[in-house]
């Protein structure tokens, strides 16, 4: 094994545990945001928030660190098209993670604690921090794409990928924003509740 070849197999792993992952809680999310259970989407929106802090927090630092390690191990220009998308995705997703995602979560729990998991401000901020961190699965997902594809030389790639992901994060609000004008149930007590 070649240290280019250790730093990509770290590279690999951590981004399918940050992208596994952040795909796996937006399918759980749906599964129980479905249910109208406030206690359990309380309880997801907390664990949400271990898994974010404990596990994508750090695989995030390692999954940069790793990159940089195949950079400079093979000399590779920081200004090619498809370093600089991956480098401006981290930033964005970095910026969301710790100035929205976490102090959010924050957030959801002292409201919870206050006026209970079912009271209307506790499953906004649950809904709200569940579509931002959605439209950050888009920007990973695309982001794999331009790490797969590595458009060297191609401006074209570029500005497409760059152009897929406002379009993905773009259905993702007006699938959000549709949704939410629908007649949704409020939020239950859990039957453990009582």
Same mark, same amino acid.
């Given at each position: 094994m070649t240290w280019y070849t250790f730093f990509k197999s770290l590279h690999v792993v951590t981004a399918v545990i940050w992208v596994g992952g952040a795909f796996t809680i937006q399918a759980l999310a749906f599964r129980i945001m479905g249910t109208g259970d406030a206690r359990r989407q309380a309880e997801f929106a907390k664990d949400s928030e271990f898994v974010g802090m404990r596990v994508f927090m750090p695989v995030t630092w390692v999954l940069l660190l790793s !990159? %940089?390690?195949m950079m400079v191990n093979l000399?590779?220009?920081w200004g090619q098209n498809w370093v600089v998308f991956g480098l401006i995705a981290f930033a964005a997703s970095f910026a969301v993670g710790a100035g929205f995602l976490g102090p959010e979560s924050g957030k959801i729990a002292k409201v919870i604690e206050r006026d209970g998991p079912e009271s209307? +401000? !506790?499953? !906004?901020?649950?809904r709200r921090i569940l579509?931002?961190?959605?439209? +950050?699965?888009? /920007?990973?997902?695309? /982001?794999i794409v331009n790490m797969v594809v590595k458009p060297v030389g191609n401006a074209g790639w570029f500005?497409?990928?760059? !152009?897929?992901?406002?379009?993905? %994060?773009?259905?993702?609000?007006?699938?959000?924003s549709s949704s939410s004008t629908r007649s949704v149930p409020p939020a239950t007590r859990s039957p453990s509740a009582t």
């Open positions: !990159a %940089i390690g000399h590779w220009s209307p +401000e !506790a499953q !906004a901020r649950i579509l931002i961190s959605r439209c +950050e699965l888009v /920007v990973l997902l695309t /982001v500005w497409g990928l760059l !152009a897929a992901m406002v379009l993905g %994060i773009a259905v993702v609000l007006v699938t959000y």
